[in-house]
């Protein structure tokens, strides 16, 4: 399992494509959840814990938004626009400071989440490969170090 991140140059938008529907099809609903849970709890405690919230239900919440993308965008029940509207999410995001820095960390806290899913290999794959391209959608700041 090649869990390969990939550099781009800072406001590229890389063409994305859509994990596979096997993803939602093996885990259910309940698997993508818990899955968003677990990465939220690692969030909470890496580098970039500071972009996240502190209060218990403020996580519950932002846990149940990103797990209602998940689920739809896996070609399941489209939760998120009927909770939130349309995704457009690297407008959702302007309000963080996301760095290419920070998107390594929060794709690292999904390699170790994935990586404990006893589903095959291609369908771990797909998913990664749609984190690793999108991810880069929500890099908004240049390094620190410039
Ligand atoms: C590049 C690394 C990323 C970082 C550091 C990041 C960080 C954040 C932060 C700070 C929030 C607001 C708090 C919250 O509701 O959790 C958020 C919301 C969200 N993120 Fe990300 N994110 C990243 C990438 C992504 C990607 C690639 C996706 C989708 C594939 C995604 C999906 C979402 C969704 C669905 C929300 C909830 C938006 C809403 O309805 O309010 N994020 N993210």
Same mark, same amino acid.
């Given at each position: 399992?090649?869990?390969?991140?990939?550099?781009?140059?800072?406001?590229?938008?890389?063409?994305?494509?859509?994990?596979?529907?096997?993803?939602?099809?093996?885990?259910?609903?309940?698997?993508?959840?818990? /899955?968003? $849970?677990? &990465?939220?709890?690692?969030?909470?405690?890496? !580098?970039?814990?500071?972009?996240?919230?502190?209060?218990? +239900? #403020?996580?519950?919440?932002?846990?149940?938004?990103?797990?209602?993308?998940?689920?739809?965008?896996?070609?399941?029940?489209?939760?998120?626009?009927?909770?939130?509207?349309?995704?457009? /999410?690297? $407008?959702? &995001?302007?309000?963080?400071?996301?760095?290419? !820095?920070?998107?390594?960390?929060?794709?690292?806290?999904? +390699? #170790?989440?994935?990586?404990?899913?006893?589903?095959?290999?291609?369908?771990?794959?797909?998913?990664?490969?749609?984190?690793?391209?999108?991810?880069?959608?929500?890099?908004?700041?240049?390094?620190? $170090?410039?």
């Amino acid at each position: 399992m090649e869990f390969t991140i990939n550099q781009y140059e800072f406001g590229q938008r890389p063409p994305v494509t859509l994990p596979s529907p096997k993803f939602l099809e093996l885990l259910k609903e309940a698997g993508i959840r818990q /899955l968003i $849970s677990d &990465h939220y709890d690692l969030l909470s405690k890496s !580098e970039i814990s500071h972009l996240f919230p502190k209060i218990d +239900e #403020q996580l519950d919440k932002a846990k149940q938004r990103s797990s209602d993308f998940f689920i739809q965008i896996c070609g399941g029940h489209p939760y998120y626009n009927e909770n939130r509207g349309k995704p457009m /999410l690297a $407008s959702r &995001h302007l309000p963080f400071s996301i760095t290419p !820095e920070a998107r390594i960390v929060w794709l690292n806290c999904y +390699e #170790q989440v994935l990586s404990k899913l006893d589903i095959p290999e291609d369908v771990i794959q797909s998913f990664w490969d749609y984190l690793n391209v999108f991810s880069f959608w929500m890099v908004n700041s240049k390094s620190k $170090s410039g």
